[in-house]
């Protein structure tokens, strides 16, 4: 089974950055996905943005477009979530999580469901003050 770590929350005054970051480990596959997820407060946990391996294809939620980018290194298995221009709204845990197989996000709409992806790291806090 896949082990996540992600690292880079923190605190930050609405309108800043963070750049979170989330290294997988403890597989062999070439093939897999990863994605973000975020949880708020008395709040389901929603999906962000996720990315394949296979062609780097790659969504984000609507809530977060044009603010966040995702990217991968696939010689580090470290995916990089950049989080620009944010908003209270974004506080909450991220989460990323490890899908194995040859997923593509090309014709998909959203990240989801959660049972899609078999690990998950523990999670890192984000906290937006306005």
């Known amino acids: 089974e896949a082990q996540l770590v992600e690292s880079g929350g923190g605190s930050v005054r609405a309108g800043g950055s963070l750049r979170l970051s989330c290294v997988a480990s403890?597989?062999?596959?070439?093939?897999?996905?990863i994605a973000w997820f975020r949880q708020a407060p008395g709040k389901e946990r929603e999906g962000v943005s996720c990315i394949s391996s296979i062609d780097g294809s790659m969504l984000y939620e609507d809530s977060v477009k044009d603010r966040f980018t995702i990217s991968i290194d696939k010689s580090k298995n470290t995916v990089f979530l950049q989080m620009n221009k944010l908003e209270p709204e974004d506080t909450a845990v991220y989460y990323c999580?490890?899908?194995?197989?040859?997923?593509?996000?090309?014709?998909?709409?959203?990240?989801?469901?959660?049972?899609?992806?078999?690990?998950w790291g523990k999670g890192t806090q984000v906290i937006v003050s306005s």
């Open positions: 403890g597989f062999t596959s070439d093939d897999y996905a």
């Open positions: 999580a490890f899908d194995k197989g040859a997923v593509t996000f090309d014709y998909k709409v959203s990240c989801g469901p959660l049972q899609m992806y078999s690990s």
